[in-house]
């Protein structure tokens, strides 16, 4: 598979626009639709090893992916398209022929044999494995139903399609690292254990922080989804707030500066009068 097409699906994947690429890497917009474009001559040297690296980071892949060799070994998820946003229809289009087009060549470069499925009101998740890589895909249900013929190939064992809980759905979406955990997670779904280094891979840009904003988007009824999704934890309000033990994690410099201008903080970490011509 050619390297332009390799980091066009892996982009597409990973719900990044070219745009998006592009701040990511450093790299000129023109420069990537460039490369996405390009397809590799016969006998070419390929993309140097500097370009291959800065699109390994990029897009959160290793860098054996991009090269000749499949990467054994590897497990990922992938959301294209968030199930709780609402995405224009020319978006969802072209990502959807995105898909339809670069998954079969983007999976017979890494060996996949194996397609596991998983539905619910709310969207499905697609597991795919081979070469000793596991991949999932977490999409919306109008989309995971458009790929519904992708899969049916005699190249792939497909196992029975699975009904899984909404509560499931939205967990594995937000946080699949943490499935390891979960009873009620099918075991189909759950990934490997991670190291603590590689979590954030798994879960959406800012997401614990952001968790309203940037996953459920609008929903009338997010507190209820996210409720659902994940019972016993206690879920606070979005806010911004000082940390109780703000006088402790103070650097030393800015105390002594504190000090030295006869300043004053409050608890709540707001400045008093003092002598600031210091």
Known sequence: MDFGKKVRIIRVLRGLSGEDLALRTGIDRT???RHEATEDAPGARGPRQKT?????????????VLE??????????????????PTAPEVYSRISADLRQLLPPFFEHIRIVSVMRFKCERGGVISVGG???RLVLVLPLNLYQDLAD??????FSV???MAIDEGVFVSFFVNPAGTVSREDVPDGLKMDPVSFEVCDFYRPPELLTKIAIELAGNCEDVSDRVSKAFKG??????????PANWRETMLPEVADY??????????????????YSK
């Open 52 to 64: 291959l690296d800065i699109y390994a980071r990029g897009l959160h892949v290793p860098k054996d």
């Open 233 to 242: 934890y206690e879920l606070k309000a979005l806010s911004v707030e000082k």
């Open 68 to 85: 000749d060799d499949a990467a054994p070994g590897w497990q990922d998820v992938f959301r294209p398209i968030s199930p709780f946003v």
């Open 258 to 275: 504190i000090r030295d201008a006869g300043l004053e903080i409050g608890d709540d970490g707001e400045l008093k009068d003092g002598d």
């Open 150 to 155: 992708v899969f049916a190939s005699p190249a």
């Open 31 to 33: 420069v990537i639709v």
């Open 131 to 133: 070469n000793e890589c």
């Open 159 to 161: 196992e029975d399609e």
